[in-house]
């Protein structure tokens, strides 16, 4: 059989997201790393919107991370990452919708008009004021163990919090830091960090999850 190919971006916090689950699931992929400034023609014949990650599966093409996320595990889910509360989803389209408009126009406020830094700022914080109380004194959002809520807003959490980490730790989300520290500090996310040529018709081919440890 055709294995699935994976287009991606290391640093891209969508990529990370459906690298994890495609880790998670065990479901081994060609991987095609792309530098955004220098799209192959390949990725675009696939994806014409030239964003990543993308999946392609034989004659299905999955654009958006969140559904290559439910494809992963749809057909395995050895942690039970589906096993979670309503409440999971609608944190993941909080942290997809208000969150992540909010985190782009504080991170990359130059790219609009007229923003307000300070008050985007604190659209995120109030977003990340709800996850430190959905923690509580758990690990994980909703218990012990990971969930696919946990593992879809942790690299965009990642990714607000380093726009500027001395700020970010000076904040009054203590659950929070110590949920981010965890998931950053774990062999999960080191094993899909793991830095790759760019991809020519002539790369050498990469399998995707290398082996290793999936457990946090």
């Given amino acids: 059989m055709t294995r699935p190919v994976l287009w991606t971006f290391r640093r891209c916090p969508y990529a990370m997201r459906a690298r994890l689950a495609i880790q998670s699931a065990g479901i081994v992929c060609d ?13 675009l014949k696939a994806s014409p919107k030239g964003t990543v990650p993308v999946v392609v599966d034989g004659d299905r093409v999955i654009e958006e991370s969140l559904d290559i996320m439910h494809w992963a595990l749809s057909q395995n889910d050895p942690e039970n990452w589906f096993g979670m509360p309503d409440k ?17 126009r504080t991170k990359y406020a130059v790219r609009y008009d007229k923003v307000d830094i300070d008050a985007e700022r604190a659209v995120a914080g109030s977003f990340l004021t709800t996850l430190n109380q959905q923690l509580g004194d758990q690990d994980w959002l909703f218990g012990g163990a990971p969930k696919l809520a946990d593992i879809a807003i942790l690299p965009f959490v990642r990714q607000f919090a380093h726009i500027d980490l001395d700020w970010f730790e000076r904040q009054l989300w203590t659950n929070v830091s110590n949920w981010l520290a965890r998931f950053k500090g774990s062999d999960r996310f080191r094993n899909i960090m793991s830095k790759y040529d760019a991809w020519t018709p002539d790369t050498p081919l990469v399998l995707f999850p290398k082996d290793g440890p999936r457990a946090p």
């Fill in 31 to 43: 991987l095609r790393e792309i530098v955004l400034r220098n799209k192959p023609e390949p990725f």
């Fill in 88 to 104: 999971g989803n609608a944190l993941i389209a909080q942290a997809d919708g208000p969150f992540k408009r909010a985190l782009d």
